[in-house]
């Protein structure tokens, strides 16, 4: 069996998807199935896409209107053609149209649905949506991380019977929990790749009403160059409050989570949180909002919830935590990584996923 990954991913470090899709590939290779991959032209440059090139067949798809672009069709049918292609499996939803519609007659598609996709203002964008989803999507399995996303999909004209929830993985290797912490150099820590939608502002909000209410504090803001702009435009400069520091991507997490006790996540939306799952797994304290695609979460010991949005909510989490000066109890954090183990692996991840692969051949 050929198994071709087509994702639209080229971040600069591998993270937990490349890694769960590498997981899933070791797992395949021991059957005796292969996998080849195709990642957008920018993927190239990456040091995680020049590793995986070295033990697997790497393909490179055009980004740039790629839905609409006649290469990105051409590349997709040879790619498939001249490898004898199964098994399709398109990530992130850019390439999904064209794998499907460039697929051979007995290759199964798989569309898997990692974003918080939801019905659109724009008129345009409900057109596309059902365009994928009621049509060009009707020979292919979709499988999504998130129930609730999974019926969103199905409200735009999916066929429910062709529909599969499978929740994330993370490294756990990637984690090297218990540290050997010596000062704690921040008592907040968050990340904010999408400003918006992690709700940054939130954050903000409730820790400037914090500040101005006397209590002293530390937030590590953790984000990459693309949020600089709506950074400043939030504070109207580059000149930001005392308590907040701001940081960009790295490639080991543990130089973060080993810094501070809890991790604050507003997300306005979410499908599955890598993050407070690898927070969590950290042993740190976790504070969410209260969102769909967190579910999950609320058999976490270490996590607790706020409602989506509710600045005062949160500000008042952050107030117990600083007045509590609390860390999780052991068997708190022995809890947590006990049912992340055994639910939320890569390895399970990738289990689940080659289920499915049979089930559907």
């Known amino acids: 069996m050929n198994v071709l990954q087509v994702c639209a991913y080229a971040a600069e470090y591998e993270g937990n998807f490349i890694k769960s899709l590498r997981c899933l590939d070791n797992l395949l290779r021991e059957q005796g199935h292969n996998t080849l991959y195709a990642f957008p032209e920018n993927a190239k440059n990456k040091e995680w896409c020049a590793e995986l090139s070295k033990t697997s067949k790497v393909f490179f798809l055009p980004l740039a209107k790629a839905r609409i672009k006649p290469e990105t069709y051409r590349k997709l049918k040879k790619i498939m053609s001249d490898n004898n292609i199964d098994i399709v499996h398109s990530h992130f939803e850019l390439y999904d149209i064209p794998c499907n519609i460039m697929r ?119 984000c990459n160059e693309s949020t600089i702009t709506e950074l400043n435009h939030f504070w109207g400069s580059d000149k930001y409050p005392e308590w907040l520091e701001v940081g960009m991507p790295v490639e080991n997490i543990n130089t973060i989570f080993s810094k501070t006790d809890t991790f604050v996540q507003a997300s306005r939306r979410e499908t599955f949180s890598y993050a407070v799952c690898e927070a969590a797994y950290a042993g740190l304290n976790v504070i969410a909002s209260d969102i769909y695609g967190l579910e999950w979460a609320n058999e976490v010991p270490t996590v607790t919830f706020f409602e989506n949005e509710d600045v005062d909510g949160l500000c008042n989490l952050l107030k117990n935590a600083l007045d509590s000066k609390s860390v999780p109890e052991e068997k708190q954090i022995n809890d947590a990584r006990n049912i992340i183990e055994s639910k939320f692996s890569t390895l399970v991840w990738a289990k689940n996923i080659m289920d499915i692969y049979y089930s559907y051949l």
């Not at 898997?112 to 020979?139: A, M, V």
């Not at 999909?153 to 984690?175: E, H, Y």
């Open 104 to 222: 051979p007659k007995n290759t199964k598609v798989f569309w898997h649905l990692h974003d918080p996709i939801k019905k659109s203002k724009q008129k345009s964008r409900n057109i596309l949506n059902t365009l994928q989803y009621k049509w060009f999507g009707k020979d292919c399995t979709l499988v999504s991380v998130s129930d609730h996303y999974k019926d969103v999909v199905i409200d735009m004209g999916f066929n429910r019977n062709r529909t599969v929830t499978v929740l994330n993985g993370i490294d756990l290797g990637r984690i090297s929990y218990p540290y050997d912490q010596k000062e704690k150099n921040y008592d907040f820590v968050t990340f904010g790749w999408d400003f918006k939608r992690k709700g940054s502002d939130i954050i903000f909000n409730a820790l400037s009403k914090l500040y101005a209410s006397g209590y002293k504090f530390k937030l590590l803001f953790n």
